[in-house]
């Protein structure tokens, strides 16, 4: 019995800290990519076009101009789009006077730019982002059930295995 928890104890810290770093990394690298290029669509929407059409790996995303008076223009929709003016304004009005952030009522991030009074703003859509990570945590757990009775019945073999020896001598 204590061989068995002791086994089972190690492998459930091991399997937990293998998928806990394979999981932020995983994150880490996602939502790197996706500001890297919410930051290129504000710096330089061309080069942010190209990438995108390419196919490198993006959000679908807007860039909008916000003049001083707070009109919103749609610059370019990359597989993103806003159809209310209201909302775009809306959003807008909430990224003011940060360069970076989420939204998360809305599933969005954003990149922001000021120069000359005018404000470029480039949102992405991060819901893809996030519903691929909420499979990724939901196969970790399957994979991790489905090991940890793996290793039960092998520790259990394993035991009685072990303790066959002695038992006969006895």
């Given at each position: 019995g204590r061989f068995v928890c002791i086994t089972m104890s190690i492998v459930l810290v091991m399997l937990c800290a293998m998928f806990a770093t394979v999981?932020?990394?995983t994150w880490k690298n996602v939502e790197t990519r996706s500001i890297e290029f919410l930051r290129t669509?504000?710096?330089n929407p061309d080069r942010a076009e190209r990438w995108a059409e390419r196919g490198a790996p993006h959000p679908p995303y807007l860039l909008l101009e916000v003049d001083e008076a707070g009109e919103v223009e749609v610059l370019?929709?990359?597989g993103?789009?806003?159809?209310?003016?209201?909302?775009?304004?809306?959003?807008a009005v909430r990224t003011?006077?940060?360069a970076e952030g989420i939204l998360s009522e809305e599933h969005l991030r954003f990149s922001s730019r000021r120069s000359s009074g005018t404000r470029w703003?480039?949102?992405?859509?991060?819901?893809?982002e996030q519903w691929a990570m909420e499979g990724m945590f939901q196969n970790f757990v399957l994979i991790a059930l489905l090991s940890l009775g793996a290793f039960?019945?092998?520790?259990i073999l394993l035991a009685r295995w072990a303790v066959r020896p002695v038992e006969m001598a006895w």
């Open positions: 999981y932020a990394l669509a504000v710096e370019f929709s990359g993103l789009s806003v159809e209310d003016p209201e909302e775009l304004r809306d959003l003011v006077g940060k703003l480039a949102l992405g859509d991060i819901s893809g039960f019945l092998i520790s």
